[in-house]
């Protein structure tokens, strides 16, 4: 553990993706009291102000959209929404995804042939597209969106899951507990488990920043969070318009969402580089 630690802090890049979700989640618990007013309060008369770099007024540090709604204070709650998202799509891939894998990986035989049959299917079709079916389907709604997020990213999983424990079931200590009676559950959930978090931790990590930027996709094409809401895929499709006009309507959510699956990308490089078995000697 002290080995992971150093080798994962001498990857910079690792740690200031860390810091800056940290700050993004430290914005996220206090968006009321960090935001200056209500996400949703329409300020009459006050339309398009630009940011205060820009001549803006001082009330309104990033400017209004559209609707006089403060740009500042949308972004601020945004960023509590889209980390919510990020999270539910992990925590709900990662739960049905790893489930699945480990059974394929140990069980083997027809229980392997059905699931991995099922992710050919869901492989079948590119990623965003295949959420855009099932948004369809279910309905447009930031919830849905979180659910099709999930279910698109659950082959991912699976593989990674089923090569590990595939890979964990050839190692002696397998066999060792199987002499000692261990029961199949125990196999699975004490044995080999532990043995498969590295990459399972890695993909969660990097599943974060996928999660995000997809259900803000699906946001931007009317499929994911509905108006009023302020995230930041519905602010860059109601901010589309004024493109030219009021650019920094796009410019600031667009901006935002860079940062954060940057964030997590360098964090999910950074933790794949210190848990690589391959560096652990050297």
């Known amino acids: ?8 802090n001498q990857n910079k890049g690792a740690i200031f993706g860390l810091y800056v979700l940290i700050v993004f989640v430290l914005v996220s618990l206090f968006a009321p009291l960090l935001a200056p007013y209500d996400p949703n309060t329409i300020f009459d008369n006050q339309f398009n ?15 209004t959209d559209d609707i006089g709604r403060d740009v500042l204070s949308r972004l601020i709650f945004g960023t509590r929404i889209s980390l919510m998202v990020g999270f539910l799509v992990v925590t709900l891939s990662l739960l049905v995804g790893v489930s699945l894998g480990l059974l394929a990986g140990y069980f083997g035989g027809w229980v392997d042939q ?7 299917i869901l492989m079948a079709l590119p990623s965003i597209l295949l959420a855009i079916v099932i948004v369809a389907i279910l309905g447009p709604s930031l919830e849905n969106g979180i659910i099709a997020v999930s279910i698109v990213y659950l082959p991912n999983y699976i593989r990674v899951v089923r090569g590990a424990t595939m890979s964990e079931m050839k190692k002696p200590y397998v066999d060792a507990s199987k002499c000692f009676g261990a029961s199949h559950w125990r196999q699975i959930l004490i044995n080999i488990l532990p043995n498969c978090m590295a990459p399972i ?9 996928e999660g995000i930027l997809n259900v803000a996709a699906l946001g931007f094409l009317g499929l994911g969070a509905q108006p009023p809401t302020p995230e930041w895929g519905v602010m860059l499709a109601d901010a589309k318009a004024f493109i030219e006009t009021s650019p920094w309507l796009v410019n600031l959510p667009g901006l935002c969402i860079l940062i954060v699956v940057l964030s997590f990308n360098l964090m999910g490089d950074g933790l794949r580089d210190a848990l690589d078995p391959k560096l652990k000697g050297r």
Do not use: Y
Not at 1 to 8: H, S, V
Not at 114 to 120: F, Y
């Open 1 to 8: 553990m002290k080995k992971f630690f150093l080798r994962l």
């Open 201 to 209: 931790i890695v993909l969660a990590s990097l599943g974060f920043s």
């Open 49 to 63: 102000l630009p940011p205060i770099w820009s001549g803006g007024e001082v009330t309104h540090f990033l400017g």
């Open 114 to 120: 059905i699931i991995m049959r099922g992710v050919d």
